[in-house]
């Protein structure tokens, strides 16, 4: 039988650890106000990520999310919107714009953050974790109000496409199922 010796298996796998993003909560991204930060805050929460848009036929999903995280923000629940202009330049406005469309026109009370790319050349290094070759749910993110669900632990659980409504029993299901954990 032919035996690897430990060293060398240490050499062939080094390469593909190396290139993996790290831990999610590591990678910084921005807040509306432009402090940097990072999931890190959110740490024991489960965390829904969505990048969001305000003139997007997706956008009265903004309502569906608002009334997730009235039921279930006690329960740990967090959701955290990332404007994103990347398709059919559906987010044009500035962060202050952003803010007061979401507040006054669905009340959201969850966190905004700064507007980011979520794909592409300038695609925000968050996303790239969320969505790259190495990502447990590959593959770009194909319109506005696609979600990733992250459990409490850390790691990425469920990927739900822009079509998916919040109130959807699959979404509702897994959020329930992760904030039991």
């Known amino acids: ?15 593909i650890v190396s290139t993996s993003a790290g831990p999610l ?9 432009e402090k940097e930060t990072s999931l890190k805050e959110y740490a024991g929460k ?3 990520v969505v990048n969001v848009a305000s003139n997007c036929g997706n956008t009265p999903q903004y309502a569906g999310l608002e ?3 009235r039921q279930y923000a006690r329960q740990g629940l967090v959701i955290l919107g990332f404007p994103c202009n990347d398709f059919g330049g559906q987010e ?25 790319h979520v794909k592409g050349a300038d695609q925000a290094p ?7 070759p190495e990502a447990k749910f590959p593959g770009d993110v194909k319109w506005n109000f696609g979600k ?20 959807s029993p699959a979404l509702i299901s ?3 199922s992760a904030l039991k954990k």
């Open 1 to 15: 039988m032919f035996r690897i010796p430990l060293a060398l298996l240490a050499l062939l796998v080094a390469p």
């Open 25 to 33: 909560d590591q990678i910084p991204f921005k807040t509306m106000a």
């Open 46 to 48: 489960v965390i829904l």
């Open 67 to 69: 009334k997730l995280y």
């Open 92 to 116: 044009p406005g500035s962060n202050d714009e952003i803010k007061a469309f979401c507040t006054s026109t669905y009340e959201v009370t969850f966190p905004i953050l700064d507007k980011i």
């Open 126 to 132: 968050l996303y790239a974790a969320l969505s790259g």
């Open 148 to 167: 990733f669900l992250i459990g409490r632990n850390g790691e990425v659980i469920a990927r739900f496409e822009p079509a998916i409504q919040p109130d």
């Open 174 to 176: 897994a959020l329930e």
